[in-house]
């Protein structure tokens, strides 16, 4: 489970750790809705969480992309306190769970192979071979 730490009544800097890695939420809306960008422990955005009208939701990487989280609230523009930190803890441990899949994992190593310069054919034959794992592992 999610362990939090965070600044001023849960707003100013929050930071949840899931296995041992750290995701840093940045509040961009306070409320109406209540919404927020999270980075990875290299400042990198994994995830966007957005709560309006009753139904929070978590999307990887980026607003609109592929939903891992919802869930009704009882807050409508902005959590209720008490239900502030479960939420924000489910959402990153499924962000968390999501990044981890292979595929997910695969996803990302070949994103980063394609940014390098290939000098003999070696980093496509290895971006080719993943990207038939990645297929099969979609299958599943």
Do not use: W
């Amino acid at each position: 489970m999610g362990r939090i730490e965070q600044g001023r009544a849960m707003r100013d800097k929050t930071t949840i750790e899931v296995e041992g890695q750290k995701y840093k939420l940045y509040l961009t809306c306070e409320a109406c809705p209540e919404q927020y960008d999270v980075t990875d422990a290299l400042d990198r955005q994994v995830g966007y969480l957005r709560l309006r009208h009753g139904s929070f939701r978590a999307d990887t990487p980026y607003c609109g992309d592929t939903t891992v989280y919802q869930a009704r609230t009882i807050g409508d523009g902005t959590f209720i306190d008490s239900e502030r930190a479960q939420h924000l803890i489910a959402a990153i441990e499924h962000i968390h769970l999501h990044r981890e899949k292979p595929s997910s994992v695969i996803l990302r190593a070949a994103l980063e192979l394609r940014r390098l310069e290939d000098k003999d054919g070696r980093i496509v034959e290895c971006i080719e071979r993943l990207e038939e794992i990645l297929e099969y592992l979609n299958g599943c």
